[in-house]
């Protein structure tokens, strides 16, 4: 009798145990910060050659331009069509901007011709087409602010 009640006793701790370990759990799911994905689709693209480079930023500094700066980056490496998709995961909830550039000859930068001008697409968050110099991240930054936020961005080409 004595060792089915220590046994009992043992069940009931353990059961308290993973009680308390559950409610911590949930607790500390409930404390977790939001998070979201952002989906970018982009087009149109003038030619299936070389790769797009997508770059997120979450702050202004640095951006557009300052690989240093980027959050995370996504490279699309084959090019099916006229238009890609890209997905930023787990991402919290916040503001953030995007900087991006079909590199048709994957030289891993923007080639320019006379005056600076770009010679391959490039685009913006927001849609934002700067006319001498690249956007702020003002201008450019959208809000993250659900489970999923998808965005239509315009490739540009001069």
Do not use: W
Not at 71 to 76: A, E, H, M, S, Y
């Amino acid at each position: 009798a004595d060792l089915a009640v220590l046994r009992l006793g043992r069940e009931v701790s353990m059961a308290n145990l993973l009680s308390a370990a559950l409610v911590a759990a949930g607790l500390a799911s409930a404390q977790a910060p939001d998070s979201g994905t952002i989906v970018v689709n982009i087009g149109p693209l003038r030619s299936t050659q070389g790769q797009v480079l997508v770059s997120l930023y979450n702050h202004p500094d640095g951006f557009p331009r300052d690989r240093d700066a980027i959050l995370q980056r996504r490279i699309v490496d084959t090019i099916d069509g006229d238009h890609v998709t890209v997905r930023f995961e787990n991402l919290p909830f916040g503001e953030y901007a995007i900087a991006m550039m079909h590199d048709e000859n994957r030289s891993g930068g923007m080639d320019r011709g006379f005056l600076g001008v770009p010679k391959e697409g490039y685009g913006f968050s927001n849609n934002v087409k700067p006319k001498l110099s690249a956007p702020s991240f003002e201008k450019t930054k959208f809000l993250l602010n659900e489970k999923e936020v998808e965005l239509d961005l315009e490739m540009v080409y001069r």
